[in-house]
């Protein structure tokens, strides 16, 4: 099965610039959440979806990030614009409720290292 | 508020040698979930175990064993025979229970085994 895919892998633009991620999360899966890595201030979550539906968008970082997920196979984080700060690793992931109250593993996507100049 | 600790920022062995990467983690929950992840110079996150508070027995997968005890809140890694391609940051992580498990994740061990 597929894992957890994420487009482009690399991405390289300026300062002032509209980027756009995109995930498509494991087939039947339920949730998905975007991660931001850097050096500074580690893993941390920007929002998780579930059914399709924006649940925690606590940890997006201000109004120039956004992020949709139209259906169940696709999400998009967006960033507009883009600055040097935002250059960070962006993973998605995906995981399946199995029962109400249960916890299921986090599958995560390779990430796209974005790189704002 | 959840938090979770990897107070090793690095570790250097030499191969062979065995390892052990701690994990102490604090939660007013009193179910949770705990993970572990690794992260390859390659740069993907890969899921290694998930352990239920309820279940305090340790786990052996091969190389990888994980000592979960609920008493001193911590849940650490032992690798056995360490092999170059071990090499990683190895990330724990808690969950509180509920179909919105919020990773909380630790700042990560890189693990560099030389041989």
């Known amino acids: 099965d597929a894992g957890v895919i994420q487009s482009p892998r690399h991405e390289v633009t300026e300062m002032g610039q509209e980027v756009t991620l995109r995930c498509k999360p494991i087939s039947g899966h339920d949730y998905l959440f975007w991660y931001r890595q850097t050096m500074m201030r580690g893993l941390e979550l920007l929002i998780y979806?579930?059914?399709?539906?924006?649940?925690?968008d606590s940890g997006m970082p201000e109004d120039r990030f956004s992020a949709k997920m139209p259906n169940a196979s696709f999400s998009t984080l967006k960033i507009q614009p883009s600055e040097p700060r935002d250059s960070a690793v962006y993973f998605c992931?995906?995981?399946?409720?199995?029962?109400?109250?249960?916890?299921?593993?986090?599958?995560f996507g390779p990430g796209t290292r974005l790189t704002v100049l | 508020a959840q938090k979770v600790t990897q107070a090793q920022t690095e570790i250097s062995v030499v191969e062979k040698e065995d390892v052990t990467l701690d994990c102490v983690y604090e939660?007013?929950?009193?179910?949770?979930?705990l993970f572990w992840y690794k992260q390859p110079p390659s740069g993907e996150l890969v899921f290694l175990i998930r352990r239920n508070s309820f279940d305090e027995q340790n786990e052996i997968s091969g190389r990888y064993s994980w000592n979960f005890q609920k008493s001193t809140s911590s849940f650490n890694f032992t690798i056995t025979a360490s092999q170059v391609v071990d090499s990683a940051v190895y990330f724990c992580a808690l969950s509180p229970p509920g179909g919105g498990n919020k990773l909380t994740f630790g700042t990560g061990t890189q693990l560099k085994v030389e041989l």
């Open positions: 979806f579930n059914n399709n539906v924006p649940i925690d």
């Open positions: 992931a995906s995981s399946l409720a199995r029962t109400s109250g249960s916890t299921d593993t986090q599958y």
């Open positions: 939660t007013r929950d009193t179910t949770y979930y």
